[in-house]
């Protein structure tokens, strides 16, 4: 069953044993959501498995699964929610068929993962939750792996998943229904905002300064509060009343890396932020988070993104899943 044939958009979702419980329930909410806005059946969606019958979740949830029928009963869309230790080979099976009709598949998190780790990808760019990105950038060679929410590459959409699940789905149908359903589904969902795919992974480490020793709490808020007009790190330490030394060790120990370069990142992410969402000139960019000039701008941003500020704002769209004119 897919669109053309009965009007009705089908998500096939495919489940192994200790997957995640959140990503299914975002799933099947926002559907529902979507339908119950609509007034009508317009989506519909079925959970099939590598082993069909009851497949419990990592939590407490169960779920009764269909069987996998190679080459047959392809959806519309293939969302597969795998988990770290199960058997890939049917899944991968499974993708190879719908890219052959030209379909979308959708990989949440543990799935982008495991696939990213086996897959060799040339062209695109590809993501998963930033915990297992950090795994596989020490592991291996990952030059097209992003922070970003989800990435779309070669008929295939890799995506950080878990809370972020629900704008995932949001975005898939927003091809469709107009703007006031889209915005009133995510209102239903009591979403804050419905965030693009480009959007990088939130909650940032400094968002929880509040948890690490008091230094390190008291240094992140002072970059915080210093984006426009950065302080050296041994100003940093001198207002935290430390030795500059005493804060570069206690600030490693948490994030792995040097507070001028976590600086640094902080700046280019709020550049990212005002890019994406702003239409102020870069100049004005630059200004506010103390590049100064755009040219330094653009050095800075191009190492940790990839691309400069001009190309990105060039092919930034005001939709949720923007990385591609075919989703």
């Keep these: 069953m897919t669109t053309s044939e009965h009007n009705t958009t089908v998500f096939e979702i495919f489940v192994q044993g200790k997957f995640c419980d959140l990503e ?31 497949v419990q979740g990592a939590g407490a949830c169960l779920v009764r699964a269909e069987p996998v029928i190679p080459d047959h009963c392809l959806a519309d869309f293939l969302i597969v929610i795998s988990s770290r230790t199960a058997d890939p080979a049917v899944w991968m099976a499974r993708i190879r068929s719908m890219r052959r009709l030209g379909r979308t598949v959708i990989l949440l998190a ?45 008929g295939i959409i890799t995506a950080a998943g878990r809370a972020a699940t629900a704008e995932l789905v949001i975005g898939l149908l927003a091809r469709d229904p107009p703007v006031s359903e889209i915005t009133e589904i995510g209102r239903h969902l009591l979403l804050p905002e419905i965030r693009t795919s480009s959007s990088t992974q939130p909650f940032a480490p400094e968002a929880f300064h509040k948890f690490y020793d008091e230094a390190v709490s008291d240094a992140l808020a002072i970059m915080g509060e210093n984006l426009s007009d950065p302080l050296s790190i041994a100003e940093i330490a001198s207002q935290v009343d430390i030795s500059q030394r005493c804060l570069e060790r206690r ?27 702003t239409k102020l000139p870069l100049i004005d960019i630059a200004a506010a988070t103390g590049f100064g000039a755009t040219g330094t701008l653009a050095t800075a941003f191009r190492k940790f993104y990839g ?21």
């Design 110 to 154: 543990d799935a982008a993962t495991t696939f990213i780790a086996r897959t060799q990808i040339e062209t695109g760019a590809v993501t998963t939750h930033w915990a297992d990105a950090v795994v596989l950038r020490e592991t291996q060679d990952q030059p097209r792996l992003t922070e970003n929410l989800s990435e779309f590459s070669n």
């Design 251 to 277: 600030f490693r120990a948490v994030f792995e890396t040097s507070p001028g370069h976590y600086y640094k990142q902080l700046r280019v992410r709020r550049a990212h932020h005002l890019i994406q969402s």
């Design 24 to 54: 299914l329930a975002a799933i099947i909410h926002t559907l529902q959501t979507a339908n119950m806005v609509h007034g009508a059946q317009r989506f519909a969606w079925r959970i099939i498995s590598d082993r069909p019958g009851i």
């Design 307 to 327: 691309i400069t500020p001009t190309d990105f704002r060039g092919k930034h769209r005001e939709r949720v899943l923007d990385y591609s004119a075919e989703v």
